[in-house]
């Protein structure tokens, strides 16, 4: 394995919450997604999104992104870049080390490159007989599609806006006229991630250890900091498990959201509530105890289990106490 890079294999596991928004809208109505069944869903692409957007703020170069607000493709960035360094050209590996060295993304979530054009051996000579040669690289960090952990009510969410004309009355009032919107969103939801971080794959992306604590951090902060939108403003993280296995092993469990239910909270006081009528963290219970069984099972194949929780989550019982807490809000 090459120096300095994932020294061994990880899981997560990540949990966040949205209350009156829409956690990954559809791209016809803009809808919240949903399953047949269902199921209300978020794609990796979306999670990604946030832990960019935090990185780019804090400074990080991101492949994935916009050049002077508009959205770009890879020639773009690597041209922008190569022009803030005041370099003339890059080609073939001299390029892709430029991506893997410069763009965090790249050592994270892997890209697809496609070189110039280059000669296909046994071909002709002539130019137009030349192929690009394309070469994807996969991420180091693969995630899981999310999932909504309960039932969840859709809502329509209605307001005016309201502008002012360039019409003046003679008494010099200002002539306003209002328009209605809507937005679609969930009364509320709690959101579950999870994935692995492979060290296999970390050797061919150059992704660290350094790089993969990075990305946790960037996941907790950037559903809540990078969420600013007005269908996302509001979500906040709740719970972050990371597994770490022996160096060597190689093993993981997978979808590690499927082994969390949630339970509804009974107070003697106020009647139960239905799922979807659940509107915050008080309302349930997470009951951990299966993913805890599971991972109690592969206990000789794992190095250490941290955790990072919000102060609102409850839990049906506690967190083993040989689970270590993650220092998640030091950035």
Known sequence: MAENTLSCRHEFLFLYDIKMGNPNGDPDENRPRVLPDGTHYVTDVRLKRFARDF????????????IEGRTTNLTGRVVDYLQKNNQKEANGEELVNILLKVFIDARLFGSSFAFKAQEVKGESDRKSDWKPIPKTMTGAVQLNMGEVLHKAEE???????????????????????GTFTTYFGLRYALIGFSGVANEHSAEKSNMSDEDYEYFLKAMWHGVRVCGNTRTKVGQIPHLLIDIKYNKGEEYQIGRLHDYVKMIATSDKKEKEKKEKEWASPKDYKLDLSLLIKRLGEQNDKIETARYAKSPDIQFTEDLPTDWQPMDIETL
């Open 155 to 177: 809502v329509d969410i209605h307001g005016t806006s309201i502008f002012a004309s360039r019409q003046v009355k003679p008494t010099g009032e200002v002539v306003t006229a």
């Open 55 to 66: 990185m780019k703020a804090r400074g990080k170069e991101i492949l994935v992104d916009n």
